[in-house]
Nanobody
Framework: QVHLVESGGGLVQAGGSLRLSCAAS????????MGWYRQAAGRQRELVAI????????????NYADSVKGRFTISRDQTKNMVYLQMNSLKPEDTAVYYC???????????WGKGTLVTVSS
């Protein structure tokens, strides 16, 4: 089992920045990729960014949703079992609950945090 706890959400004006953090605990040795998803009101959960190496390996760059490319940056500190999402130039359409995800390839298990709310005012 892997336990994920997000933090860093809040209210910000359009154009502002926030940094989300996700702390992983438990059987973290079993996971490979970690990432962020979001779910806006009335919409399905969607991928925001995902990484295996946190960008440290050139052959394994992070993946981003088109809507956040150039604005958001995902990073991972495997020594601390943390993953971060730096969000810049925020837009009202970025308003959503943001969820941390960790994927365990053995058994194809996905773990989720409880989410942190990001609200961007216009």
């Amino acid at each position: 089992q892997v336990h994920l706890v997000e933090s860093g959400g809040g209210l910000v004006q359009a154009g502002g920045s926030l940094r989300l953090s996700c702390a992983a605990s438990g059987s973290v040795f079993a996971i490979n990729s970690m990432g962020w998803y979001r779910q806006a009101a009335g919409r399905q959960r969607e991928l925001v960014a995902i990484t295996s190496s946190g960008g440290r390996v050139d052959s394994d760059p992070p993946n981003y949703a088109d809507s956040v490319k150039g604005r958001f940056t995902i990073s991972r500190d495997q020594t601390k079992n943390m993953v971060y999402l730096q969000m810049n130039s925020l837009k009202p359409e970025d308003t959503a609950v943001y969820y941390c995800n960790a994927h365990q390839p053995f058994g194809a298990v996905d773990y989720w945090g409880k989410g942190t709310l990001v609200t961007v005012s216009s």
